[in-house]
C-alpha cells in the first residue's frame, strides 16, 4: 500500500519545531506571536507550492485547498499549531504537517480524488494567550459569539480583535467552513495519555470525546486560632472537605470502573498554618462517555448531606460538557484504513478537548491518535517516535483516499 514518504514528515517535524523552540527542546509557539506566525506563514508558503489555494476566515483560522476532479463538498484535515507555553513538538502541529502531507502526497503522487481536499489551521485552540480554548473551530461551529471572542484580552491588555488584525489573517466570514461544501472533516493528534502506549498499540480509532462535568464544591465553617479553640468547638473546613471527599470516593465504588474523577485543585481560607480553614473548596472533574453516567453522578453530587463536622456544603456546578460521538462511517472507514495497513490499533474516546468536538457538531468528523510516550503532553518532552507519526499519517491518507468515494455521510 501507498505510504507517505517518512523523511519528508521527519524534515517537517524538524522545520516547525524551530518556530518558538525553547531550551528544553520544546516550543512557546503562543498565537499570533512571531513563531506562531512564522508557523502559519510556513505552512502557506509549502501549501502554495503544491499548487493549494488558500484563504483565511474572520477568525483568522487557514484553509489550504487542491482542487478535485468534480464539482463536490471539501475533505477538509488539520489541527492547531499554537502551544502552550514550554509545551511539545506533536500537540496540534502533528495533524498540520499530516495534513500536509497528505496533500502534498496527493499532488506529487498525482493521485485521483473526486472531492477538494482542504488542510486546516485552526486559531487558537490552545486558549493560552486569549480565552476560551477552541476559539476558532468554536466560532466556525457556532458554539461561541465572534463578537465576544473579539474583546478577549492577553495579560498585556491587547485585544483578541487587535492580535488578529496585526497577525496578517484576518480574512472573510464567508470562508469558514460550511456544512453545505464539506463531506468530512478527520483530525490526527496525539493521545495525551498513556492508554495506547500501554496497550502498544500505534493507532487510536476515536469514536466520540468523553462528556464531563466540573463542579465546586465548598465547605464553610469557622476561623480560629490553632492554640486556643478545643478540638471538640471546632468547624475545620479543612477537615469537613476531606470527609465529603470521601463520601464522594464511596459513592464511586457504585459507578463504572472507566469514570474518571479527579480534584486537582484545591482553596483553602485562610490558609494560614496557625488558623483553622474557615472555608475549603475543592474541584471536581469527572468524565465518561455514557452522559447518563455522569447525570447519576451530578446527583450525587446535589443529594451530598449538607453538613460535615458542622460545616455547611454548598456545590456550583462550573460546567458540563455533553458526550460527541463521531459519525459512525468515518470511524468503520479510519478502522478499515488501519487494519488495511496491517497496524495494531484500539477503539477510544478522547479525554481532552479538540477542534473536531467542535467541528463533529456541523460537519460529519472522527479523529486519530498516535502514542505519546508516557502519555506526557502540554510539556518539552513530550514524545512521538517518528515511526508512530508516520503510521498515524498514513492511516489519514488512506482515510481520505476512501471518503473520496462517498457522496454523503
Ligand atoms: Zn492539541
Not at 482553596?267 to 447525570?295: G, L, S, Y
Amino acid at each position: 500500500l501507498l505510504e507517505i514518504n517518512i523523511d519528508s514528515l521527519k524534515e517537517k517535524l524538524k522545520s516547525f519545531s524551530n518556530f518558538g523552540k525553547t531550551e528544553g527542546g520544546g516550543v512557546s509557539r503562543l498565537l499570533f506571536t512571531k513563531p506562531e506566525i512564522e508557523a502559519r506563514n510556513e505552512f502557506c508558503r509549502r501549501m502554495e507550492k503544491i499548487g493549494a489555494e488558500i484563504c483565511t476566515d474572520d477568525m483568522g483560522n487557514i484553509y489550504a485547498t487542491i482542487k478535485g476532479n468534480e464539482d463536490l463538498p471539501a475533505i477538509v484535515t488539520g489541527s492547531h499549531c499554537d502551544s502552550v507555553v514550554k509545551g511539545g513538538n506533536y500537540d496540534g502541529i502533528l495533524g498540520v504537517l499530516a495534513a500536509m502531507e497528505v496533500l502534498e502526497t496527493i499532488v506529487k503522487e498525482d493521485i485521483y480524488h473526486r472531492h477538494p481536499i482542504t488542510a486546516i489551521i485552526w486559531t487558537n485552540e490552545e486558549g493560552v494567550r486569549f480565552d476560551p480554548v477552541m476559539m476558532g473551530s468554536g466560532v466556525v461551529a457556532g458554539k461561541f459569539s465572534r463578537e465576544d471572542i473579539l474583546k478577549a484580552k492577553d495579560t498585556e491588555g491587547i485585544t483578541f480583535e487587535e492580535a488578529l488584525k496585526n497577525s496578517g489573517f484576518l480574512g472573510q466570514k464567508e470562508n469558514r467552513l460550511k456544512p453545505e461544501n464539506t463531506l468530512a472533516n478527520l483530525e490526527l493528534h496525539i493521545e495525551q495519555g498513556p492508554v495506547l502506549e500501554m496497550e502498544e498499540k500505534s493507532i487510536g480509532v476515536l469514536e466520540g470525546v468523553i462528556g464531563m462535568l466540573n463542579y465546586a464544591i465548598t465547605l464553610k465553617g469557622r476561623a480560629g486560632h490553632a492554640g486556643t479553640v478545643p478540638m471538640k468547638y471546632r468547624k475545620d473546613a479543612f477537615l469537613a472537605a476531606s470527609n465529603a471527599l470521601i463520601y464522594l470516593h464511596d459513592k464511586l465504588k457504585d459507578f463504572p470502573e472507566d469514570l474518571v474523577f479527579t480534584n486537582g485543585q484545591v482553596f483553602c481560607h485562610p490558609n494560614v498554618n496557625t488558623v483553622i480553614a474557615d472555608e475549603f473548596t475543592f474541584i471536581v472533574d469527572a468524565r465518561h462517555k455514557d452522559p447518563e453516567v455522569i447525570k447519576r453522578l451530578e446527583e450525587v453530587i446535589k443529594n451530598m448531606p449538607k453538613e460535615f463536622n458542622g460545616c455547611k456544603l454548598s456545590y456550583k456546578k462550573q460546567w458540563t460538557r455533553d458526550t460527541v460521538k463521531f459519525n459512525e462511517k468515518i470511524v468503520e472507514i479510519v478502522e478499515n484504513s488501519t487494519k488495511a495497513l496491517g497496524y495494531d490499533y484500539k477503539k477510544m474516546y478522547s479525554g481532552p478537548g479538540h477542534d473536531s468536538q467542535y467541528i463533529a457538531d456541523i460537519i460529519p468528523t472522527s479523529m486519530i491518535f498516535v502514542p505519546s510516550k508516557d502519555g506526557d503532553s502540554h510539556c518539552e518532552w513530550e514524545y512521538t517516535s517518528l515511526s508512530d507519526c508516520h503510521r498515524g499519517v498514513n492511516v489519514l491518507l488512506h482515510s481520505i483516499l476512501k471518503l473520496d468515494n462517498e457522496d454523503r455521510l
